[in-house]
């Protein structure tokens, strides 16, 4: 019945932790900390706009506003080209191990889509960058709205042409997949442990009512194809 | 210094015409002209979106009553579940002949993606039929414009941050082109004398200003990569 997988990309399709601070290596010693505290203001950037307090903006200027919060943080002083440099760092993030071949498997039985907070030029530039193929990009710049907002997952099962329930969301986030289910969504659980390093404690395994759980694309392919 | 080309796909990707002919031939012996017909009510069912008469709606909606409106003319009687079928004929052209080579080829030098006056499960499916691979879908229900009108592609331009001389029209019809030179766009022009069929009389030749002309988009991969 499910005719579309959507799926969450920071965390469930990339390391973007990693990522980030191999990317910030030249500039400090403390990579990881700054990803950290980079990713730190994600949610709190996004929640002025979910809240109405701003206009909706595109990531890449929220990640700008967060960047130059967190450089004045580590009292890392870089001038304005190395900045928007550093803004496109989350445009090159690198993909877990499993998500290529898991994503090619999958794409032969299902349209396949992004549905992320991230615009969709960072979008384009990770699927580039990691060898994906999506036959389209929903997501927070596409709907107008940023994620767990129920319009976002709404307005992309309407570009699809598709009823919620033919609409699975893809996810290593409860927080994401609970959404998602509240607007009828299937809802499919991987598993990514480390994304916030080797201590994580959240997200370790799916909450109630979700449809699938796996360990990885690999193993979620192998379930559904 | 073009780093995205964005095509039109009516005509100049696919054959609308013979593709819509061959799959009305089980219903009138007069494929061709229902084709005819059925195009024809194209432009003036966009023009009422365009000059605000009503508000925007996909264009799955206008072809299902330009569809209503030739079934009448032909004397056409299917129900509603046949109209909806029909409709997606629309999802199911075939593409020219040297499309698949001509993308696979440019997209690894470009980023690629339609800027159709279809819909986006349109450009989704019409992907997956021809196997294309587009990095995003622009177009009328992604910027919420249709062609030729000049939001549509300075939206596109935005949505991939590109300033417009960074973006390339590809396309079979001066019309579409000379409003994306209007906008700031590079414009190329692809021969498809055909697409009305034999006595095609119109889209012949580039207009002025074309940067490039090319036989067909394995020629324009020739020329560009």
Chains 1, 2 share one sequence.
């Not at 928007?84 to 989350?90: G, I, K, N, P």
């Not at 498997?105 to 992004?114: C, D, E, H, T, V």
């Not at 998602?180 to 009512?209: M, V």
Request: a negative charge; glycine letters at 6%.
């Amino acid at each position: 019945m499910v005719k579309a997988l959507l799926f969450d990309v920071f965390g469930s399709l990339v390391d973007w932790r990693s990522s980030v601070a191999r990317q910030m290596a030249p500039y400090t010693a403390e990579g990881a900390a700054f990803a950290d505290a980079w990713r730190g203001r994600y949610q709190p950037s996004m929640e002025a706009v979910r809240s109405g307090q701003r206009p909706f903006v595109p990531l890449d200027t929220l990640h700008r506003e967060s960047l130059d919060a967190t450089l004045a943080d580590f009292a890392i002083d870089e001038d304005e080209a190395q900045r928007r440099e550093m803004t496109l760092f989350w445009h090159r993030l690198d993909a877990w191990e499993d998500v290529a071949e898991g994503l090619a498997s999958l794409g032969r039985k299902f349209i396949l889509s992004p549905h992320s907070n991230g615009n969709v030029r960072l979008m384009v530039d990770l699927a580039r960058h990691n060898d994906w193929r999506w036959d389209a990009i929903m997501g927070a710049e596409t709907t107008g709205h940023y994620k767990p907002q129920p319009e976002s997952y709404r307005r992309a099962a309407e570009l699809l042409m598709l009823a919620p329930e033919e609409c699975a969301m893809v996810a290593a986030h409860n927080a994401d997949l609970d959404a998602a289910r509240a607007c009828g969504f299937k809802t499919f659980f991987i598993e990514r442990p480390t994304e916030h390093g080797p201590g994580q404690t959240t997200d370790l395994a799916p909450a109630p009512g979700c449809d699938r759980a796996a360990e990885n694309l690999r193993a979620l392919a192998a379930l559904l194809t």
